[in-house]
């Protein structure tokens, strides 16, 4: 078990509310993700970091920023929630397989609801 | 436009059935991944394939990799509940994974 955990599991914001998850890790993996998953878009890259304060953007990164000022630590900011972001968000780390392979282990997930 | 075409989008089948769920694209891709996501939980991985032609079991699952490295397929062979869930290919034409927005699966008991 990789232990990885998101806090929190469930939030309601309003629209234009500040809000941050967190995403912590216990194995000091240096890759961790931020990606949002929705009905019919799958799961999207937010966000992603390759060490501590080295981040780099995704395929969905407007209207998010991203802080890792340690190794175990990987928190995702909407500065001013909207509708549009209320979606399901999932936080990864990379980890390598037997076959020296990497893949992702996932979170459990924050669902979000900007109202 | 995605990426990654999953068919089919939603699957129902009786338990002890067979079936074959797909991932199609026009990108070559370095490695592909399949995940399975139970509802209330993050992906798990399944297997990771690399190679062109690249066939891989796991139990009653049976993923295999085109020759062209462009679509993968998985085969369950005797369904059981358990395997319910949503079904994700992942891809990586470069150094970034991209998913398809997958399969989802019921198998009734």
């Known amino acids: 078990d990789a232990g990885i955990t998101q806090s929190p599991r469930h939030k309601v914001t309003e629209t234009g509310t500040p809000v941050t998850l967190r995403c912590h890790q216990t194995?000091?993996?240096?890759?961790m993700y931020w990606y949002r998953q929705d009905p019919g878009h799958g799961l999207r890259l937010i966000h992603y970091?390759?060490?501590?304060?080295?981040?780099d953007k995704g395929e969905v990164s407007d209207g998010y920023s991203v802080s890792r000022s340690k190794t175990e630590d990987f928190l995702l900011t909407l500065e001013s929630a909207t509708s549009s972001q209320t979606s399901v968000y999932f936080c990864?780390?990379?980890?390598?397989?037997?076959?020296?392979?990497?893949?992702?282990?996932f979170g459990s997930g924050t669902r979000l609801t900007v109202v | 436009t995605q990426l990654l075409e999953q068919s089919p989008q939603f699957l129902s089948i009786q338990e002890g059935e067979n079936l074959t769920v797909y991932c199609n694209s026009s990108?070559?891709?370095?490695?592909l991944q399949w995940y399975r996501q139970e509802p209330g939980e993050g992906p798990v991985l399944l297997v990771t394939v690399v190679t062109g032609g690249e066939v891989k079991k796991l139990k009653r699952l049976t993923f295999q990799f085109g020759d062209a490295r462009k679509d993968s397929s998985l085969h369950i062979t005797a369904a059981q509940p358990g395997d319910t869930g949503l079904y994700l290919c992942?891809?990586?034409?470069?150094?970034?994974?991209?998913f398809g927005t997958g399969t989802s699966l019921t198998v009734i008991p």
């Open positions: 990864a780390i990379s980890v390598r397989d037997r076959g020296s392979n990497y893949g992702y282990t």
């Open positions: 992942a891809g990586a034409p470069g150094n970034q994974f991209y």
């Open positions: 194995e000091n993996h240096r890759y």
């Open positions: 970091s390759y060490g501590v304060k080295d981040t």
């Open positions: 990108s070559v891709f370095s490695s």
